[in-house]
């Protein structure tokens, strides 16, 4: 009897609509696991705490002006345990693929909705970790991307 209500779950779980969401936000929990900070995310970590904020959104403002608001955002991210800035990044792959679907999917949702998840992990996730460093690249580019 509760192994039948267990299965059943299971199975209503498993053709939820949003479930591929859930297997795409596991994998990305599972990538942070393996990756640590690199390249610009060391050098923002570092700067963050080296000098004063408003020091910091300065400089942002004559290298970079657009991008005064993003630079300490993720140099707080990137200066503090990565495990904070994964469970936020975690958070805004998961609501992209739902908003994705929420913009796109009309029907057979279940099955667009694995088309959506697959066409996010064909994203470079090496690239992101090798160049600019994972940290900085997501706040950059995907989270803008995700909530504007």
């Given at each position: ?6 299965r ?12 591929p ?66 469970i ?8 992209l ?39 900085v ?12």
């Open positions: 009897m509760i192994l039948a209500v267990i059943s779950k299971i199975f209503k779980m498993m053709h939820w609509e949003y479930f969401m859930l297997i795409f936000a596991s994998f990305i929990l599972l990538l942070h696991l393996f990756v640590s900070p690199s390249g610009d995310d060391i050098t923002y970590g570092n700067v963050f705490y080296k000098e004063p904020i408003l020091t910091f959104i300065c400089d942002a403002y004559n290298s970079w002006s657009s991008r005064i608001i993003i630079m300490p955002i993720a140099a707080f991210f990137a200066g503090n345990p990565f495990w904070l800035f994964s936020i990044n975690v958070l805004i792959y998961f609501l693929s739902f908003m994705i679907s929420k913009l796109f999917v009309y029907d057979n949702n279940l099955k667009t909705n694995w088309v959506i998840v697959f066409l996010l992990a064909c994203v470079p996730f090496v690239s992101m970790m090798t160049t600019a460093g994972w940290v690249t997501s706040v950059h580019y995907l989270w803008p991307l995700t909530l504007v």
